[in-house]
């Protein structure tokens, strides 16, 4: 079996000839249209994509949870079934990076800075707007913020991540396919596999990213201005928001540009060096008692309530929680999990499925339980114990007031404030480039089958999506109807993901070297 696409020389071709014309028109069409919309009708924009965000979450919300468990359920199948030992690659080919330098990888990528702005915010919005009906500020309230984070950013999330990053692995070096969204329906069409409906669907799960993406780095780009302000006293003006747009671009652009290998890994691993250093700073200055009593007690919170954690719907009380936030979560997940388990498959060569599926499944939870009892902990011990009321600087200023009035309650906040503005940069810088990195992938005609896509086509993404987050960002109220537009987009990839599962059985069932083992 040819399994060596990776290493397919390149042929001295204009990269405007190895362009899916389709693809990329579908997806520059469709983002031309929606960006003239906010642009014209911000306001107006907004209000219809709150309704449309109201009827999937609240009409369709059952099928988000539904589906995200069975993901979870199906993953954990995968791997302690015989399908676990498959190798991504040749039976006797070693992992191609190491463990902590594929994990940093998958880690920003995944996350990046949103774990970073939610990490201490969300038990304290939670403390505010408890669930199953506890009262807001109680104790039970505090008790339970913490272990709703970790399930928000805990194993079902993950495993969202991980579904993909097994199919498009398998299929990318074990059946030496090209590197695009659609090769998991090679199984389910056969011979009518590269149609024009596969294209189709390659564009949409790409705008789906492109969506997901744009809104990530928008919200970034203004959680770090607000922490420029708090930190170093600069102006939270519209010029200092573009400078460091233009900043970012221009460095996730030269990572980009400079491959996996010199960009993507180097970048990735520092910052995770990075975030280990500020938790356990932040660990042995804080609470750290606290802390360690919090989260064990919030860990076993998880595990004792994980079933009613991922079906509550609320439909008698009503209270929304599971709609604002369970299930917006998950919609989100779906919309960037393509994006993320095409990434995670380009770097998991040599590594098999069980390998995969533990080390996104396990390793990187633990990463996020560290840093959410960690952040979130010390939070909650200001709320209730060290005299700050961050939950009232919450609901007052947003939580951009809420994160940096929480560093300021800690010693040696200035340094700490800056090391938090030098991990959420690079977040961003990592979290763009392999995204970056991915649509360029799915956008090269089906017989590009190098992993590593045309620099000229990795540059035109770059320069595309800064100029959508600029525009929005300039547009001011455009960017809260756009940032809705991947949760609404994400309902067919809920389709995608049941077709995918139904997709690997059968490929990986009728597999002559595996149906050997």
């Not at 369970?326 to 499925?353: E, H, K, N, P, V």
Request: proline share 4%.
């Amino acid at each position: 079996m040819e399994t060596n696409n990776s290493s397919v020389p390149k042929k001295n071709v204009p990269w405007h000839k190895e362009v899916d014309l389709l693809i990329a028109g579908l997806c520059a069409g469709v983002f031309g249209a929606f960006l003239i919309w906010s642009q014209l009708a911000g306001d107006n924009m907004g209000e219809i994509m709150k309704q449309a965000l109201a009827f999937f979450t609240q009409k369709l919300g059952s099928t988000y949870l539904i589906v995200s468990f069975a993901t979870l359920i199906f993953c954990l199948y995968l791997a302690f079934s015989k399908y676990g030992s498959i190798r991504i690659g040749a039976e006797e080919e070693k992992p191609q990076y190491s463990f902590f330098a594929w994990f940093s990888m998958l880690f920003a990528a995944c996350y990046g800075s949103g774990l970073v702005y939610w990490g201490a915010c969300e038990p304290l919005s939670f403390i505010a707007t408890p669930p199953f009906n506890i009262e807001p500020g109680s104790i039970r309230s505090a008790e339970i913020a913490l272990s709703y984070a970790f399930f928000h950013w805990g194993f079902t999330p993950w495993a969202l991540a991980a579904l993909p990053a097994v199919a498009f692995g398998y299929f990318i070096f074990r059946k030496n396919m090209s590197p695009r969204y659609s090769m998991f329906l090679e199984p389910l069409l056969g011979d009518k596999y590269g149609n024009n409906l596969c294209r189709v669907v390659d564009a949409l799960l790409v705008v789906s990213a492109i969506g997901a993406l744009a809104c990530c780095l928008g919200l970034g780009i203004k959680q770090f201005v607000f922490g420029l302000n708090s930190v170093l006293g600069i102006p939270n003006t519209m010029f200092v928001t573009i400078s460091f747009c233009l900043l970012s671009v221009i460095v996730f652009t030269f990572s980009c540009l400079s491959g996996v290998d010199k960009g993507i890994k180097f970048l990735s691993t520092m910052n995770v060096y990075l975030a280990i250093g500020i938790v356990l700073f932040v660990f042995l200055i804080g609470p750290t008692f606290f802390t360690l009593d919090l989260s064990t007690q919030a860990f076993g919170e998880l595990l004792n309530n994980y079933l009613r954690m991922s079906f509550h719907t609320d439909p008698i009380g009503k209270s929304g929680f599971a709609q604002g936030w369970t299930i917006f979560y998950w919609a989100w997940w779906f919309s960037c999990a393509t994006q993320i388990g095409l990434f995670i498959a380009s770097i998991s060569r040599g590594r098999t499925i069980r390998e995969m599926i533990m080390g996104i499944l396990f390793f990187a939870p633990l990463g996020t339980f560290c840093w959410i009892g960690t952040m979130g902990s010390t939070a909650i011990y200001q709320q209730f114990i060290g005299g700050t009321d961050l939950v009232a600087i919450l609901k007052s200023v947003g939580n951009d007031g809420a994160l940096w009035a929480f560093l300021n309650t800690l010693p040696f906040s200035k340094l700490l404030g800056i090391a938090h503005l030098l991990l959420i940069f690079i977040f961003l810088v990592t979290t763009c480039d392999s995204a970056v990195y991915v649509w360029a992938q799915c956008t090269m005609n089906q017989n590009y089958k190098n992993l590593e896509p045309s620099k000229a086509v990795r540059l035109s993404y770059c320069v595309g999506i800064s100029v959508v987050v600029i525009l929005l960002m300039l547009r001011g109220e455009g960017l809260t109807g756009f940032q809705l537009s991947p949760v609404i987009v994400s309902f067919p990839v809920v389709i995608i993901f049941l077709a995918m599962m139904v997709a690997i059985i059968k490929a990986m069932s009728t597999d002559k070297s595996i149906t050997k083992q």
